[in-house]
């Protein structure tokens, strides 16, 4: 018995076993109960054991057999990856490919990724969605996600890391000007404070500073999802705002805001790219995460 035919086998064995039955497995395959039945049998006695119990009703796996199948479940997933990698390589990508991303990061900097993408693969048409929500993309349908966090643990997603952005604290010129300096963290209560997420974490700032990190009570007089928005506000001396630096870093550098207790910032955060653990990693994909690395990582504004 040559090497292919024993996966063979074993796929014929498979699909035996989830079906439930020879005929069932057959119409699956494409092949004629005989040929079916005749490959379980050459692998059973390949094998030296019973694998199937059969009857005139039903095909149950015996106990050698359940754990059998368990093994080969894994083994042709990971036989059907390597096909597909080796076939990816040589094919040029096409297809649907779904994204989902943050709005202000997708508008901001993977809207004019995405367009390069197409250029280099015309082939592929894109549907790119824009929230500020976490997805899961399992349930959803989508090929890629895009988050500017820390992913949530997710058994069932894989995350590869694109790009570190600092997060810093600011505001604007005539915001400091008419309510004053910051010199300490606890004068944020006496401050007006823009907030980035939702109502459970908008009265507190977890901050980092000379003696470590400490969570930092905070004066909020507004708060937002979308940090676009609280730029805004920053920008028209509303408040002061700590946000990701891909969307301050601009107005930092033309001096339209400043930066307010420069011995303090929040962690980093990750941009990471998730998709499917089960999933092969098609050509379309690994392709986008690639320019998505080498676009993003080297953003001069991101580590300011």
């Known amino acids: 018995m040559v090497v292919m035919d024993k996966f063979e086998s074993i796929r014929a064995f498979v699909k035996v076993v989830e079906t439930s039955g020879f005929a069932a497995a057959a119409r699956k395959m494409g ?56 076939t990816d390589l040589q094919e040029k990508p096409t297809g649907n490919l779904r994204i989902n991303a943050p709005m202000s990061l997708g508008t901001l900097y993977i809207a004019g990724i995405v367009a390069e993408y197409m250029d280099s693969y015309p082939d592929v048409h894109v549907e790119l969605i824009l929230n500020d929500r976490f997805i899961d993309p399992i349930e959803e349908g989508f090929d890629l ?5 820390n ?6 997603l894989m995350h590869q890391e694109i790009a570190i952005i600092k997060r810093i604290i600011c505001a604007s010129p005539g915001y400091l000007k008419t309510h004053g300096t910051v010199t300490k963290p606890a004068d944020l209560l006496k401050h007006r404070c823009l ?65 307010v207790l420069p011995e303090y910032t929040a962690s980093d955060i990750a941009l990471c790219a998730l998709y499917p653990r089960h999933k092969h990693l098609s050509a379309k994909v690994r392709l986008l995460i690639e320019l998505l690395s080498e676009k993003l990582s080297g953003q001069p504004c991101w580590g300011m």
């Open 31 to 86: 092949l004629s109960r005989s040929a079916v039945n005749k490959a379980v049998i050459n692998l059973e006695k390949n094998l030296g054991t019973q694998l199937l119990r059969r009857s005139t009703r039903q095909v149950t796996p015996t106990e050698a057999g359940i754990a059998f199948y368990e093994k080969c479940i894994y083994i042709l997933s990971e036989l059907d990856e390597a096909i597909s990698t080796v």
């Open 145 to 149: 996600t895009i988050r500017a966090r």
């Open 151 to 156: 992913p949530q643990t997710i058994s069932s």
């Open 195 to 259: 907030h980035y997420g939702y109502q459970e974490s908008g009265n507190h700032w977890r901050l980092i500073g000379p003696k470590g990190s400490r969570s930092t009570a905070i004066n909020c007089v507004m708060r937002s999802n979308n940090g676009e928005v609280l730029k805004t506000a920053a920008l028209n001396n509303q408040g002061i705002v700590l946000l990701p630096s891909f969307i301050i870093g601009e107005a930092l550098q033309q001096g339209q805001l400043h930066t």
